[in-house]
């Protein structure tokens, strides 16, 4: 059993790295979470401001490539595009309701980053832990969907020190009514 859920997660990582190669996402969102980082770390909201005005072009470019991204990986069939609740083999076959489809997901995650670069109307700090909320999630998905969700919150965890709980309140009500509505259904 274990042999055979390792083949199904080194095809559905392959797949997903298959669609991920030609954007540049992983960097967009390694030089956002940096500059983040770095501008809350400020204590002059003159500097703040400075190194936040600074990522806008890094925002739209992740906003427009995860956009693409959805949109390419929605082209898929259905049955290569789901990804388990429970992590046993072929329980997608047995059970579809214990699977997520990953392209509806991508494509939630992708309207998320969208809305929360959009909103300007927020302070910067409030903007910056939506936008990084957004993107944990996201890659929360794409490791839950390439190996399983308690690796997924694992990472998100040591990488970021952050909890899935914390992402999932973090993010904006509508990602998170559209999220629960995918993984939950």
């Not at 669609?19 to 540049?24: E, I, K, S």
């Amino acid at each position: 059993m274990q042999w055979l859920n390792k083949q199904g997660q080194r095809k559905r990582t392959a797949l997903l790295a298959e669609h991920l190669r030609p954007y540049q996402i992983e960097k967009h969102m390694e030089q956002l979470t940096s500059a983040y980082m770095r501008a809350l770390g400020e204590a002059e909201p003159e500097r703040q401001q400075q190194i936040l005005q600074l990522q806008e072009m890094a925002e739209q470019q992740l906003a427009e490539e995860f956009k693409a991204l959805a949109k390419d990986f929605g082209r898929l069939a259905a049955p290569e595009t789901r990804g388990f609740k429970i992590a046993l083999p072929y329980i997608d076959q047995l059970s579809p309701k214990a699977t997520f489809d990953m392209r509806r997901l991508l494509e939630v995650h992708a309207q998320g980053i969208d809305r929360a670069i959009a909103q300007t109307a927020q302070g910067a700090k409030e903007r910056s832990f939506r936008i990084m909320a957004e993107m944990f999630l996201m890659q929360h998905s794409c490791h839950w969907f390439c190996k399983s969700k308690t690796i997924a919150s694992a990472r998100m965890l040591t990488q970021h020190q952050t909890r899935y709980e914390q992402a999932l309140d973090g993010v904006s009500p509508a990602t998170r009514e559209a999220y629960l509505a995918v993984v939950l259904a």
